[in-house]
C-alpha cells in the first residue's frame, strides 16, 4: 500500500512537470488560422525556422480596425513591397500587446524595421528596433546573416507591463537623416548610430529601402498608426 502510494505521487509529479513543461515550451510553431491576409503585404522567417519547416504561412498578419494584428509562430518580419523610403526619412507605429505574454514565458520584442533590400532572398538586408515589455530595447539586422548594433539594454523611455496578461504599448519609430540613423521609443531616441557603421559588407546595403516591422517568435500585439513621413 505504501509502495502504490509513492508511485501514486510520483506519477502525478512527472505529468504536473510535463504539463508545466508543455505550458512554456518556447519553440516557435505554426499558427492556428496562419497566413498573410492583408493585401499586398508578404513576409520572411529566418533561415533557421525555414528549415524546421516553417514560413510566413506559420504566422499571421490580419486587418483589426483601423491596425494590424499579428501573431507567430516563428519570427517574421512583414512588409509591402510598395513602402519604400529614401534618403531622410522617418517610419514609426505604436505596437501593443493587449496581454503581455500570452503566448510565451519570457518577454519578446517587436518594431520597426527600415531599408529592406533584397527582401524574401537569401540576400536579404534591413535593420530593426524593437521594444520588449520589461522596459528594454534591441537594434538588430541582418545582412544576410545576423548581426546587432549594441546589446539589448533598458530605457526608461520604455513602457513595462504591470505583469503577465496586463496591457502594454510602445510607439517605436526609425529615423534616417543625414549620415545618422536613430531609433526612437515614446518620443525619446534610444539609440544613434552613423550610417557608415550601417552601410558596409556584411550589414545593409543601403537606408533606402522597404520598410515594414519585426515580431520575434510566439508574439501576439496589434500594430497602429504605421506610416512614414520625410
Request: with cysteine; net charge positive.
Amino acid at each position: 500500500m505504501k509502495n502504490q502510494i509513492i508511485l501514486t505521487a510520483v506519477a502525478i509529479l512527472f505529468v504536473g512537470v510535463i504539463s508545466v513543461s508543455a505550458q512554456h515550451d518556447d519553440t516557435p510553431k505554426g499558427v492556428e488560422g496562419a497566413g498573410v491576409f492583408i493585401k499586398g503585404w508578404t513576409g520572411s522567417v529566418d533561415a533557421k525556422d525555414q528549415a524546421a519547416g516553417l514560413s510566413v504561412n506559420s504566422a499571421k498578419l490580419v486587418t483589426e480596425g483601423k491596425g494590424m494584428h499579428v501573431t507567430t509562430g516563428p519570427a517574421t518580419t512583414y512588409w509591402n513591397p510598395a513602402n519604400t523610403a529614401k534618403g531622410d526619412y522617418t517610419v514609426s507605429a505604436t505596437f501593443t500587446e493587449s496581454k503581455y505574454m500570452s503566448i510565451n514565458d519570457h518577454p519578446h520584442p517587436y518594431g520597426i524595421m527600415i531599408g529592406g533590400n533584397d527582401l524574401g532572398t537569401d540576400k536579404a538586408s534591413y535593420l530593426y528596433c524593437a521594444a520588449y515589455g520589461n522596459g528594454t530595447f534591441i537594434v538588430r539586422g541582418f545582412g544576410p546573416a545576423p548581426f546587432q548594433m549594441g546589446k539589448r539594454e533598458p530605457n526608461d523611455a520604455i513602457n513595462k507591463a504591470a505583469g503577465v496578461g496586463q496591457p502594454v504599448t510602445q510607439t517605436i519609430a526609425m529615423s534616417v537623416k543625414g549620415n545618422q540613423v536613430t531609433c526612437s521609443i515614446n518620443n525619446k531616441v534610444v539609440g544613434t548610430y552613423e550610417r557608415s557603421a550601417l552601410v558596409m559588407d556584411g550589414k545593409l546595403k543601403s537606408t533606402d529601402g522597404v520598410y515594414g516591422f519585426r515580431f520575434a517568435h510566439n508574439t501576439d500585439a496589434i500594430v497602429s498608426d504605421f506610416k512614414m513621413t520625410k
